[in-house]
């Protein structure tokens, strides 16, 4: 599911935003949905954080309640570094300011100057970000990190605190986020399975399975656990891989 999510007061944009949102994906099988959003209230951000899939948001700067660029604000903060942001304003002024770049703007566009087109391309480059090269986004000593999905051989519960660590086959990055809410972040992408309280797997990176011993092996050097009420799900789940699973000794 992508959320369409247009933050804008004038009715009159709004239609004309929604119209071409129409266009680009009346001819894509992709699920969708738009939501409309025409002023700031107390519970606007937690629907915001409820909606299931991923999202895109175009954003109007003065809107009741609160202006686009703060929302957008409030949303990175709340971790979601991924959903792309373009904003439709007639302050293009604000383009260039460095506070646009930190919260990575993907477009500033002019109502007033070739509306349409620029919004049209923003658009379809956003569906294409969203759809393609899927990456984990989080802050690490202030700074945006993008661990690109098919770098991750798996993601590990720390022993000493609530967070986690990714591990990738050059490197362990810590990251302030705790496993279960990585698992709800991964969980419309089919290659991550949670194969132990502890451990978030990449199935394309398992090389073989000890399921006597419970030991999922990445490559050479790197290994996870494998809960035993796991075994199950994840033999059907390397099905189309033979040869990754050793069978228990009978």
């Not at 994906?25 to 949905?33: E, F, N, S, T, V």
């Not at 660029?69 to 383009?95: C, F, Q, Y």
């Not at 087109?117 to 945006?144: A, P, R, V």
């Not at 022993?159 to 991964?186: A, F, M, R």
């Amino acid at each position: 599911m992508i959320n369409f999510i247009v933050y804008e007061d004038e009715k009159k944009y709004r239609e004309k935003y929604i119209s071409i949102i129409l266009k680009i994906i009346g001819g894509m099988k992709l699920a969708y949905r738009i939501v409309e959003i025409d002023k700031y209230e107390k519970d606007t951000l937690s629907k915001l954080k409820k909606l299931v899939g991923k999202k895109i948001y175009i954003l109007d700067i003065e809107v009741p309640g609160k202006s686009g660029l703060d929302l957008a604000r409030e949303i990175r903060n709340t971790g979601d570094w991924l959903s792309p942001m373009i904003v439709v304003t007639t302050h293009d002024h604000l383009k260039s300011t460095t506070f646009t770049s930190k919260m990575l703007m993907l477009d500033f566009i002019s109502k007033f100057y070739n509306c349409e087109e620029g919004l049209k391309d923003t658009l379809k480059l956003s569906l294409n970000i969203i759809t393609t090269h899927q990456s984990l986004n989080f802050q690490y000593n202030g700074e945006l990190v993008q661990i690109p999905y098919d770098d991750i051989l798996f993601i590990e519960k720390n022993v000493e605190d609530v967070y986690s660590t990714v591990i990738t086959q050059s490197e362990k990055i810590p990251i302030k986020k705790s496993i279960g809410t990585i698992e709800k972040e991964l969980t419309e992408d089919d290659r991550f399975f949670r194969i132990h309280r502890s451990y978030i797997a990449n199935l394309d990176k398992i090389t073989s399975v000890e399921l006597k011993a419970c030991i999922v092996h990445f490559g050479k050097e790197e290994t996870a656990l494998l809960s035993r009420d796991k075994k199950n799900e994840l033999k059907k789940r390397l099905g189309k891989t033979p040869g990754k699973i050793k069978e228990e000794q009978r």
